[in-house]
């Protein structure tokens, strides 16, 4: 089992900058992917970014490119979304998500509200 705990959602105004965390817990060695999916009130939740566990490649939505970073602190078993040039539209429900075939394993969320 692994258990992920997500941090550092917040509100703020369009062009500012957030940091979320995800800090993993249990059997983290058996996963291969890690990453960052978000929700918006009425639509269905998207893959923001991934990272693959081993090599370290990631994988961002069109959406954000160029905007958010994904990295790993293996040390700290904690993973990071650096989300920066934030838009009204990046309002959501961040979720950090693990797996090794699928996306096992999900996070409890933490919001991000952008105001224009």
């Known amino acids: 089992q692994v258990q992920l705990v997500e941090s550092g959602g917040d509100s703020v105004q369009a062009g500012g900058s957030l940091r979320l965390s995800c800090t993993a817990s249990?059997?983290?060695?058996?996963?291969?992917?890690m990453g960052w999916f978000r929700q918006a009130l009425g639509k269905e939740r998207e893959e923001v970014a991934r990272?693959?566990?081993?090599?370290?490649?990631?994988t961002y939505a069109d959406s954000v490119k160029g905007r958010f970073t994904i990295s790993q602190d293996n040390a700290k078993n904690t993973l990071s979304l650096q989300m920066n040039s934030l838009k009204p539209e990046d309002t959501a429900m961040y979720y950090c998500a693990s797996g090794r075939d699928a996306w096992q394993y999900w996070g409890q969320g933490t919001q991000v509200t952008v105001s224009s």
């Open positions: 990272m693959f566990v081993a090599s370290g490649r990631t």
């Open positions: 249990g059997s983290i060695r058996s996963s291969t992917r």
